[in-house]
């Protein structure tokens, strides 16, 4: 049973920090890629960043490159989302997800995914 459980979430004012995890168990953790999406009150869910199964690669977002970073500790099974000078528009519940297939490069799309958290929710207040 594949379990991923995110946390870190919470309230911040504009321009502050938060950093997400996610603890993952039940599967191999360092054979699989990692993503983390968010979904906004009224909207669909949108890629944030992903990471190899390696590491070694990254994707993220435009609109959250240079601001939030995703990293990986393989020996605590968890995955990182460090998320700086925050905005009102960021405001979302966030969710990890790993992918379906291992050994995969970063990917964007939501279908190459199969396992996902229950959602951490950040709120940015201006």
């Known amino acids: 049973q594949v379990q991923l459980i995110e946390s870190g979430g919470g309230l911040v004012q504009a321009g502050g920090s938060l950093r997400l995890s996610c603890a993952a168990s039940?599967?191999?953790?360092?054979?699989?890629?990692m993503g983390w999406f968010r979904q906004a009150p009224g909207k669909e869910r949108e890629f944030v960043a992903a990471?190899?199964?390696?590491?070694?690669?990254?994707d993220s977002a435009d609109s959250v490159k240079g601001r939030f970073t995703i990293s990986r500790d393989n020996a605590k099974n968890t995955v990182y989302l460090q998320m700086n000078n925050l905005n009102p528009e960021d405001t979302a519940v966030y969710y990890c997800?790993?992918?379906?297939?291992?050994?995969?490069?970063?990917?964007?799309?939501?279908?190459?995914?199969?396992?996902w958290g229950q959602g951490t929710q950040v709120t940015v207040s201006s």
């Open positions: 039940g599967r191999t953790f360092n054979n699989y890629a």
């Open positions: 997800a790993m992918s379906r297939l291992p050994w995969r490069a970063p990917t964007r799309f939501p279908d190459d995914y199969n396992y």
């Open positions: 990471m190899s199964w390696s590491g070694g690669s990254t």
